[in-house]
């Protein structure tokens, strides 16, 4: 449910505040604006109006006069005041997740006289969450946990393998209780939420679980969960209200289907599982719920991971279905509903019509939990941007900011998945608004985000993790002529001792010779420096993150190959590539 303190309680705690509030919101929205299966970011290299920043208007001195809080505060004892005595507030923060909560408190330490506003609304199905937005909630931190537990099943059979007697192979060994699960990571995550409130106390940020709608640049109406109303004024707004999955708009899609928001909380096992969507979300989920031992099929309208290097993207989702997710490709759902008739053996269970692109027949199957994952729209509707002067990309419906993350109001700022030609990503969400604070008072102005070789990972049971340029993006950036591509393929050590997992119908083994991938992607003409680095395999997050540091200061191919590699490692490969796409050798690694 909602994490707000009973008023008597808020009372108590602000009376030791001084004076900061944030404010965050989540909200629901139709997709029947939005074309079926655009991938999250799939419109982040667009072209967008971006604005000059106004340094006059923006570091002027302003007298600060001390103000009394509408709450019974007392004085604010933080020298703020918001322009002399003009604003309740120097600072509102809209929005309560990863980029609201480290800008909020960032500039609470600048000593400003912040508010923070956090309202989720629920799903379609009711599931509501806490402070700390999607990542914590419904995004990063579940998934990742459900990813791990997936891959225990296979550690059981590597530790069995290497003399652990007590697993227990065979049925007994291969049983997974879902209720288990699900109330393990949401304990995880309620820890959290907990901890973000007291952080909030402590830091002098006062907290607010109340929706906020925008009356002009300066102005806001808070409204609680009980329909209550109040105004409050800021001299700065920080808008970072995140975003929500976006629904077909077909026949029972919200009746009758769940979305990422939903299944990390899913209180029943899921049984047999349609995934709909191709993207890392889709390919997320699809994966955890296969290793769980649930029949999941994944229905995809194109391309695997848009965005992503398509090679990776192809060798992930070949892997996938070759080890029990089923694939159903160049198709599309036309409506969903739930079976009632009595006689029918499926009854309660979801009928699935969906329609072939390639050749226009339609067809259903029936499944016990239809979970859609075909992008994220903007929380941008229903805040009345339009009487702040905030300008949107009417495609993407996100804001348009500056290098600076000025919007087209110049005391309005915006930050994280809200925001136009960025990245959906929880860190750049906290370094945004990090920085933003320390521009605006912390006397850094020019101490801007960059946004260039950025990492992330992608947790499919198969993790890729990857900083700096596609193959296709290089080529077309700086065309196949000016590229060196080196590549290899590898089977970990932690893998070879375990043969459980060999299906002997088809001939596969579940962790195939060769089945990681590595690529560097290098510019001849600046003596190969790297500019993309690609892994598929174990591990992919906490490889990717030390090499980002080596993309992002220019390393050459000729400083990996200088790199002494630690044995037997992966990420030794990194430091001993030699065959070239261009070569047209076998990039199979044999040895150790």
């Known amino acids: 449910g909602f994490l707000s303190f009973s008023l008597s309680r808020f009372r108590a705690a602000s009376q030791v505040t001084k004076g900061v509030l944030v404010v965050s919101r989540a909200r629901v929205f139709s ?3 939005f074309a079926f299966g655009k991938e999250e970011g799939e419109d982040n290299n667009k072209n967008n109006k971006n604005n000059n920043v106004d340094l006059d208007f923006l570091w002027s001195s302003k007298s600060k006069e001390v ?5 019974g505060n007392g004085a604010s004892e933080n020298g703020g005041g918001g322009g002399g005595g003009k604003y309740l507030y120097d600072v509102v ?11 909020a408190k960032r500039c609470a330490k600048y000593g ?15 599931t509501t969450w806490g402070l700390g937005g999607t990542c914590v909630n419904v995004g990063c931190i579940p998934k990742k946990l459900m990813h791990y537990g997936a891959l225990l099943g296979e550690a059981a059979g590597d530790a069995r393998s290497l003399g652990w007697t007590k697993f227990g192979a065979g049925e007994e060994g291969s049983k997974h209780d879902w209720e288990t699960l699900v109330t393990s990571v949401q304990n995880h995550v309620r820890g959290i939420n907990f901890g973000y409130r007291t952080e909030m106390r402590d830091q002098n940020v006062e907290y607010k679980n109340e ?6 640049d300066h102005t806001i109406e808070c409204t609680n969960k009980r329909g209550e109303k109040r105004t409050i004024t800021s001299e700065y707004v920080v808008f970072a209200p995140g975003g929500r999955p976006r629904y077909l708009g077909v026949p029972g899609d919200k009746e009758m289907c769940i979305t990422s928001d939903d299944i990390f909380s899913l209180q029943t096992p899921p049984g047999k599982t349609l995934v709909v969507g191709a993207s890392y979300i889709a390919l997320e989920c699809a994966g955890f719920l296969t290793a769980f031992g649930y029949d999941t099929y994944v229905m995809a ?4 991971l848009r965005g992503f290097d398509q090679e990776v993207a192809e060798h992930i989702g070949n892997y996938m279905e070759r080890h029990g997710t089923k694939m159903i490709k160049r198709c599309v759902p036309v409506g969903f509903e739930r079976i009632t008739d009595e006689e029918d053996e499926n009854k309660g269970r979801i009928r699935c019509t969906y329609k072939n692109l390639d050749f226009g027949f339609e067809t259903s199957e029936v499944f016990d939990t239809v979970l859609l994952a075909v992008g994220r729209n903007a929380c941008t509707a229903e805040v009345n941007l339009e009487a702040a002067g905030v300008e949107l ?14 919007t087209t109001a110049k005391n309005i700022y915006a930050i994280g998945d809200a925001v136009d030609t960025r990245q959906e990503l929880t860190p750049v969400a906290i370094k945004s608004g990090e920085r933003l604070a320390d521009r605006l008072f912390g006397g850094r102005p020019e101490f801007k985000m960059d946004y260039n070789e950025v990492p992330t990972t992608v947790f499919t049971p198969l993790e890729y993790g990857c900083v700096g340029m596609s193959e296709e993006l290089a ?7 000016n590229l060196e591509v080196y590549h290899s393929y590898l089977r970990p050590l932690e893998w070879k001792t375990n043969q459980e997992f060999h299906d002997i119908k088809k001939g596969v083994e579940h962790r195939e010779d060769n089945s990681c991938f590595l690529k560097m992607v290098t510019l001849k003409h600046e003596n190969e420096r790297v500019i993309g680095l690609h892994y598929v395999g174990p591990n992919a997050g906490e490889l990717m993150q030390g090499f980002a540091l080596a993309v992002k200061l220019k390393a050459t191919k000729a400083d990996f190959d200088d790199t002494v590699g630690i044995h037997p490692t992966v990420a030794e490969e990194f430091t001993v590539l030699k065959v070239t796409k261009s070569s047209g050798k076998d990039p199979t690694k044999r040895g150790c």
């Open 475 to 481: 080529i077309e950036t700086h065309g196949e002529e």
């Open 301 to 304: 309208r194109s391309i695997f």
């Open 67 to 71: 103000l009394k809080m509408e709450n």
């Open 31 to 33: 997709s029947s604006a």
């Open 93 to 103: 923060v809209i929005g309560g997740g990863s980029g609201g909560l480290a800008c």
């Open 112 to 126: 400003k006289k912040v508010t923070l506003l956090d309202f989720v609304k629920p799903t379609p199905i009711g």
């Open 393 to 406: 990309n009417p495609k993407t419906g996100k804001v348009l900011v500056d290098e600076y993350d000025q």
């Open 211 to 216: 929706f906020g709608v925008f009356v002009d």
